[in-house]
């Protein structure tokens, strides 16, 4: 399946395409020695994004930087939709793919705050069935692995399969999924569903380790994942442009999205695993959980999670390689090299998709790029942005 091979990796395929990484070269160049582009200006920095975006052919970016709880700018360039000339705002949602994985893991957090459950417990506690790694079966699986990928769940028979649903929301429910895909002798069970390494004991990306979390959400809290994120992230943050279901996002404020993968007439698309990368929202909504995890927890009076907890979620916990990038993640979010900036956040990529909420955490300074356009770079874009702010 597209999504589960573009979504966190995105940044190792694009060495084919020979400008952008001239560019990239150029300009990260200039950073390693001590001569940054000049980027104090706005107009200069919009110049460097209207680069990007000739240079990959992106259809449109919007983008929004913040500083702690402050948004400190945001526009958008391009087109949301090519065919009617309808062009992208701050206020256009799009379909942010692995940064879901964020909202999922704060998600659980809260429910951790509660007291519910604690980070090294069995899931099965929690679960109506078991899931264990048949190649060992005796090292319980815990919340925590799930959140820092270290779970030894694998994505790579899942990849194989295409569970899209073209213009509506997979009727698959969450938990008959997860069933499917966990339980021995269901149709999608495989013991490739799982690495032969020990769980806890190397770090592997999994998506469905991240589904597995929206459905331990469901259990816990006893309502269905998508309610329970409105009722205690997206409400409380003013969040109103902010949705799991397609349904219930209207279309025309949705971007395109544009990739020779897509065929259908109905470009928009769901997956049943849709914790793992389904939310669809706008720069402006998504600046309220990027600035909540710069104020430690709170905004605007919300608080959202405790201040130990956000603390916890950014402590490094394992690493991942994937060619010559090197992820290392807390829970839920991760920190990686953006030319010379260890940026913490998460990134995203699907078919007609690529996405990047990364935040300097030294400084408070954040930024938040869309593109309706898949396998698009856009670190330079970010560390532009991100440059700028700090100079402020």
Known sequence: MTHNIQQAWKYTRYSTHLLVLLVTILLLACEEEQQPVDISQKEKVLDIIEAEKGIQGLHSVAFCVIKNDQILWSDAIGNADEKNNITTTPQTRYLIASISKAVTAIALMQLYDKGLFQLDDDINLYLPFKVVNPNHP?????????LNHTASISDK???????????????????????????????????QNFYTYKPGEQANYSNMGFALIGYLIEVIAKKPFDTYCRENIFNPLGMDKTEWRLANTPLNELAIPYSPTITSSTPHFTFPDYPNGGLRTTVLDLSKILRVIAMKGELNGERILKSETVTLMQKETSTIKRGSITFHPGLGMYYRKVGTLNLYGHSGGEQGTTTDMLLDIDTGVGAIVFTNTGTANLDIIISSLIQYANKL
């Open 138 to 146: 005796e090292i319980p699986i815990s919340f925590k692995m799930l």
């Open 157 to 191: 028979p899942y990849a194989s399969y295409n569970f899209y649903c073209w213009n509506f929301d997979c009727p698959t429910a969450l938990g008959d999924f997860m069933r499917d895909y966990f339980v021995p002798s269901a149709s999608k069970y495989s013991n």
